[in-house]
């Protein structure tokens, strides 16, 4: 099993340009995630998912669009990049028996904005 | 909104000393989550508290959850260089399968 994987790892984008940030997984879990990790400001829910077909706004979404077209996959664009979006993104998946869960996070995709 | 605090920011220790991190909700939650994220890598689930008051230990590694559920803490035990990286803390407060995250703890250990 991979897990969650990202692609690309490694991305430099000019302002005013559009990118989309690829997440899919092959553990079968309903539920995904797109997070922002900055210095000194752990990580933020940009947007999440809780099945195919669903998504839902994070802690701060502004600036991003999501996709859940497929259970395994999730998708986070930026329509015109900013410099403020400048960051490492992660993507995570997980279960959930009503009780007891826990996130798999993928390897990250580091973002510059120029 | 939901916040989560984590203290300290930092933290260097010699090897062989202890180690604790503490994390602060400004509401109960329905649990709390510790994940470990190396220098350049990805935060990694360690473990998941649900009760009120409980106690959870992995080899070094002891994790409480308050009476009150807002609080919580990891503590290590003579640590090793091998326990260097960032300890986040997460929060749900729904239970709803909604985690927020603590700025983390940044620990060094000195050979």
């Known amino acids: 099993n991979a897990g969650v994987t990202q692609t690309p790892k490694f991305r430099v984008l000019k302002t005013g340009q559009s990118m989309t940030l690829l997440c899919a997984q092959d553990m079968n879990h309903e539920y995904m995630y797109w997070y922002r990790q900055d210095p000194g400001m752990g990580l933020r829910l940009i947007h999440y998912s809780v099945g195919e077909g669903t998504t839902a706004k994070g802690e701060v979404p502004d600036g991003y669009n999501v996709s859940r077209l497929k259970k395994q996959n999730f998708l986070l664009g930026l329509e015109s990049a900013a410099p403020s979006q400048t960051s490492v993104y992660f993507c995570?998946?997980?279960?959930?028996?009503?009780?007891?869960?826990?996130?798999?996070f993928g390897s990250g995709t580091r973002l510059t904005v120029v | 909104g939901q916040q989560v605090m984590q203290i300290p920011q930092y933290q260097h220790v010699q090897e062989g000393e202890d180690f604790t991190t503490y994390c602060n909700s400004s509401?109960?939650?329905?649990?709390i989550q510790w994940y470990k994220q190396r220098p350049g890598g990805h935060p990694v689930f360690l473990i998941q508290?649900?009760?009120?008051?409980e106690v959870k230990k992995q080899k070094r590694l002891t994790f409480q959850f308050g009476e009150a559920k807002k609080n919580s803490s990891l503590h290590i035990t003579a640590t090793q260089t091998t326990d260097v990286g960032t300890y986040f803390c997460a929060g749900d407060q729904t239970g709803a399968n909604n985690l927020f995250f603590g700025t983390g703890t940044r620990l060094t250990v000195i050979p």
């Open positions: 508290l649900v009760k009120s008051g």
């Open positions: 995570a998946s997980s279960y959930w028996d009503g009780a007891n869960y826990g996130y798999t």
């Open positions: 509401t109960t939650l329905s649990n």
